[in-house]
């Protein structure tokens, strides 16, 4: 009955067919049925600039958590894993924009913002009827306020859920299509083969059917659970992230160097020790880096946006290429570049008496993300250092590929032709008269060519014939 409330469920019922629900692990803990904050923002994003009621320009991603905050508060989802265990207590708890922070849905309903029934509305006049309407319509551009979007409802809203009528694959193909051509837009890239024939690595599933296995090798992989951790060290848990992707030796060889006690500042230094020097071994040791080889032209293309000061479009560019990058790869490379972040920090564990944490991780693991001779070493740990630092920005997705996104699955819903309208210029349209002043001017120069190389005695007469 009420317009706005239309609006609402929308966004909810596309977070519900949208976001990727599956089986995560955090902290060595699995979690069923998850999906993370940054995921969350990104299809709410996506779907408000497909409907014809918000103005795409003024939404940012910013807005974007404000909605999820509004959904989160009304019970639509709910935090879990660590998250859940450190508000526990607090009345009130804050929607994270980040893909370490897990949710799950409350209940597979719209009923959190569906006005709810009362059996006397039947006994209720029409002006009555109406003052409530009023009231509840009151609330909700309250509430749309607080979130900075638009608070004059129009007669009627049209509000396009056009995703669920394309196939999964239309949509992915949609996304790759669009992060390419952004890409190619901010970066010099003079063959598509490799970037367009990504091959997938794959990776065995650390919590799949093997899980149904018990063995003592999966007893000691949770060891490290056990530990009595402290509650806010983030270095600790980033560390414990990292051993996600390890194998089995590897946590075993932990799990027997750990100390029994980590509640004194001592054993956690010797517990932070341990850690450390087993990740920087496990990747010392992989024979690829985490930045595939044949993406050189990419790697070159953000290295020289870097060095050219455009930090901006750098980021941009690595934010798309890291889209085009498998899930399991992406999500190894997000572990890490949080932990080296945090370990690099200088009041944090000295990881090296004579030097910064900073410029040890640099010079340590520099390797681990980019292998290739045909960078520098200057370059490659330029690179290494700005994927550092923009760590927490560099798995979001660009607010423009997502408006273009948005723009070409809607086309595609209404029947349009796609490439009609790209979302790109690429050049740069002239009036006849410059059309003709620049064919003159073409000629002209080709003529004063061929005038200079027949005026050359140098060049033999059949040479002359075959350049001209």
């Known amino acids: 009955p009420f317009q706005a409330t239309q609006l609402w469920n ?40 497909q409907s014809m009621y918000l103005s795409c320009n003024d939404i940012s991603r910013l807005k974007g958590v404000r909605v999820c905050q509004a959904l989160m508060d009304h019970k639509v989802f709910e935090p879990v894993g660590a998250k859940l265990y450190l508000f526990r207590n607090e009345k009130e708890t804050e929607f994270e924009d980040t893909n370490t922070s897990l949710y799950r849905f409350v209940n597979s309903s719209l009923t959190p913002l569906l006005p709810r029934k009362n059996k006397d509305n039947e006994s209720l006049s029409p002006d009555q009827i109406y003052k409530q309407q009023t009231k509840s319509r009151s609330k909700v551009e309250e509430l749309l306020q607080s979130i900075n979007v638009h608070t004059s409802l129009p007669p009627k809203i049209t509000v396009n859920e056009p995703t669920h009528l394309l196939s999964k694959r239309v949509i992915e193909d949609v996304w790759k299509h669009q992060t390419l051509l952004r890409l190619l837009q901010l970066i010099d890239v003079p063959l598509l083969e490799d970037i367009l024939m ?81 990740i920087i071994k496990y990747y010392s040791q992989r024979k690829d880096s985490l930045l595939a080889t044949q993406d050189l032209a990419i790697h070159s293309g953000i290295i020289e946006l870097i060095e050219k000061g455009k930090a901006d479009q750098a980021l941009e560019a690595s934010q798309l290429y890291l889209k085009l990058l498998a899930p399991n790869v992406r999500e190894e490379l997000h572990r890490l570049l949080t932990f080296i972040a945090i ?126």
């Open 10 to 49: 929308s966004i909810i019922r596309a977070l519900h067919s949208r976001v990727e629900i599956k089986k995560r692990r955090q902290h060595l803990k699995t979690y069923k049925n998850c999906f993370t904050g940054s995921n969350a923002v990104d299809v709410v994003l996506s779907h408000l600039m």
């Open 343 to 468: 370990a690099s920090e200088s009041e944090g564990y000295k990881l090296q008496k004579q030097f910064d944490n900073r410029s040890v991780i640099i010079k340590t693991c520099t390797k681990f993300f980019l292998r290739n001779k045909a960078f520098s070493k200057p370059q490659a740990e330029l690179l290494t250092q700005f994927l550092m630092d923009n760590h927490s920005e560099l798995f979001k997705t660009p607010l423009t590929l997502l408006e273009l996104t948005s723009r070409r699955l809607e086309s595609l819903l209404e029947g349009q032709d796609p490439d009609i309208d790209s979302g790109f210029t690429f050049c740069q349209r002239v009036t006849p008269k410059e059309y003709e002043d620049q064919k003159q001017q073409t000629n002209q120069h080709l003529l004063a060519l061929v005038q200079e190389m027949d005026n050359d005695p140098t060049i033999p007469l059949k040479q002359k014939k075959k350049v001209i």
């Open 198 to 278: 990504f091959s997938v690595k794959t990776k065995p599933n650390c919590f799949g059917k093997e899980d149904l296995i018990i063995s003592n090798t999966f007893l000691d992989r949770e060891v490290t659970c056990s530990l009595n951790l402290p509650e806010l060290d983030k270095w600790l848990y980033a560390a414990v992230d990292c051993l996600e992707y390890f194998p089995d030796q590897f946590i075993v060889m932990v799990s027997q160097q750990l100390p029994q006690s980590t509640n004194k500042p001592s054993s956690q230094n010797t517990y932070k020790k341990i850690l450390f020097d087993i």
